[in-house]
């Protein structure tokens, strides 16, 4: 089945960097465009980044110039490379097929997503 495992955030300070990870299992990730994802305690996920088939990446404006997707076919690896952190990048971050989440007859599959958090 549809599986995601992130990992690598953490706590840092404003102006430092983390790289997030995420192995994604159980359908072929070079066929999917990928994103990653965040969200607030309270507020609605939003979208961060994506990756497309052909390594093409778009960002949301509030993240140009810090963050960098990519992505490891090979390993089934999406990363998030994550500098000049501020403190309103502090969410937990979770990775996923784009533009569609991935679905079961469940409903929507998210992994557990991994905190970012961003503060003095």
């Known amino acids: 089945q549809v599986q995601f495992v992130e990992s690598g955030g953490g706590s840092v300070q404003p102006g430092g960097s983390l790289k997030l990870s995420c192995i994604a299992s159980?359908?072929?990730?070079?066929?999917?465009?990928m994103a990653w994802y965040r969200q607030v305690p309270g507020k609605q996920r939003e979208l961060v980044a994506t990756?497309?088939?052909?390594?093409?990446?778009n960002y949301v404006d509030s993240v140009k110039g810090r963050f960098t997707i990519s992505r490891d076919n090979g390993w089934r690896r999406i990363s998030l490379q994550m500098n000049s952190l501020k403190p309103e990048d502090t969410a937990v971050y979770f990775c996923?097929?784009?533009?569609?989440?991935?679905?079961?007859?469940?409903?929507?599959?998210w992994g557990q997503g991994t905190l970012v958090t961003v503060s003095l």
């Open positions: 996923n097929q784009y533009p569609n989440v991935a679905t079961s007859h469940d409903g929507e599959i």
């Open positions: 990756i497309s088939t052909s390594w093409r990446d």
């Open positions: 159980g359908f072929i990730i070079s066929e999917k465009d």
